[in-house]
């Protein structure tokens, strides 16, 4: 089944009681019990709810694996991954990592006895220095947040199995309609729902997609063990968002590579960060394992000056100042400000998040309109 089915159809059948073709929301916590122990395959909504099984049988589907589990954020997925591990071992990750997984690892699994290695992954090589008989993880983001880095998924695969050690890629940038990590090797692919997947701004949740029946099993046990499930409602929502992932993915390509375009033949403006652009270190790679760039565009201006981009942000009126990403309307950040906030200037300068850069998660609206709406704001300072 091609992609563009499979997002309508992929796991998905008419509601068995009623044929209804949309799943519908199953907002029950128990289900009746003929006997004890005899039930129709639902005993109690955190194990399981048939409106999570279905999004759960979307997700595997559409990423070209074998299980899904859906989580209550995407934060709720990467701590279940997490949890497969014990004290003493470690985890080599990404080092342009999203905020919340990198708080998330330093401030509540580090005190659990993990250990994290935060490294720049351009060339994966970098990653056999710190690996050891510890080593039971590698995560890797890519693109990267917020400067639209570009990891080699096969290469990092191998260097994983050598190890014997799992690959678990963040895939929420690209989404499985750009990239597959799951066909590139790696062992877990993780998702925060709560973008492009959900892609309307209106939810928080999270995602994991396996091949391996014993991965699974141990992923399912966390996840009722510890219980931070989709509820039926937010199920439903991502289903639906699922349904036009190829639609907006398509959008958000096209306004994606027209800002771009334009911003870097700005006169005001001095890095585009856009992995479609030749000049893109890894260029060659996103071409690789991508279908196309995807909606995320970061920029930097000529004069680095923390006043004058705030003069940009606030100027723009299509483009929202706001957290997240990946939803249909236009969305701008000041990652020094906002999502990086918490990292001291001169670790953040080092990735490349000055006081400049401006992030835009690029919408579904009207090209012409986003264009000019940058125009405007650029105009000003
Ligand atoms: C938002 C995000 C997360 C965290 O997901 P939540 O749904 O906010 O918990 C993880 N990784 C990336 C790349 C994200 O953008």
Same mark, same amino acid.
């Given at each position: ?67 899904? &589990?859906?989580?209550? @954020?995407?934060?709720? /997925?990467?701590?279940? *991954?997490? +949890?497969?591990? %014990?004290?003493? #071992? =470690? ?105 492009? &997947?959900?892609?309307? @701004?209106?939810?928080? /949740?999270?995602?994991? *997609?396996? +091949?391996?029946? %014993?991965?699974? #099993? =141990? ?105 997240? &990403? ?56």
């Amino acid at each position: 089944m091609d992609f563009n089915t499979k997002v309508i159809h992929g796991g998905q059948e008419p509601d068995p009681s009623t044929g209804a073709i949309m799943t519908p929301i199953y907002q029950t916590s128990t289900f009746a019990q003929s006997s004890p122990g005899i039930d129709k395959g639902y005993e109690y909504s955190r194990t399981a709810n048939p409106t999570r099984t279905a999004l759960e049988n979307s997700l595997a589907s559409i990423e070209n694996g074998n299980y899904g &589990l859906a989580f209550a @954020s995407g934060v709720a /997925a990467i701590d279940a *991954v997490l +949890k497969m591990l %014990n004290p003493g #071992d =470690e985890v080599i990750s990404t080092n342009d990592l999203y905020g919340g997984t990198f708080r998330l690892f330093t401030k509540i699994f580090q005190k659990y006895g993990i250990k994290f290695h935060f490294v720049g992954m351009g060339k994966p090589d970098k990653i056999k220095e710190f690996i050891n008989k510890h080593t039971k993880m590698i995560w890797v983001e890519t693109p990267t947040n917020p400067m639209l880095n570009i990891i080699d998924i096969e290469k990092v695969s191998e260097i994983a199995k050598n190890h014997d050690s799992l690959l678990i890629v963040d895939n929420t940038f690209a989404t499985p309609y750009l990239q597959n990590p799951l066909d590139l090797g790696a062992d877990i692919v993780m998702h925060s729902a709560t973008k492009y &997947l959900g892609g309307h @701004s209106d939810l928080v /949740a999270g995602a994991l *997609v396996v +091949k391996n029946k %014993n991965l699974a #099993d =141990e992923l399912y046990f966390i996840q009722n063990s510890t219980g931070a499930i989709c509820g039926p409602m937010d199920s439903f929502l991502v289903l639906r968002g699922i349904k036009t992932l190829h639609l907006r993915m398509q959008r958000h390509c096209e306004n994606g590579r027209a800002i771009a375009e334009f911003l870097s033949s700005h006169p005001k403006v001095d890095n585009v960060y856009w992995p479609g652009f030749k000049t893109h270190p890894n260029h060659n790679i996103a071409v690789k394992q991508m279908k196309n760039f995807g909606g995320m565009v970061s920029f930097t201006l000529k004069d680095n000056n923390y006043k004058k981009a705030v003069k940009v942000l606030e100027n723009l009126r299509i483009f929202t100042l706001a957290e997240s &990403l990946g939803g249909v309307e236009s969305l701008s950040g000041h990652p020094a400000s906002m999502s990086h906030g918490a990292i001291p200037k001169k670790e953040r300068e080092k990735i490349g998040i000055i006081d400049s850069l401006i992030r835009l998660s690029v919408g579904v609206e009207s090209k012409k309109d986003l264009i000019k709406d940058l125009e405007k704001a650029l105009k000003l300072i």
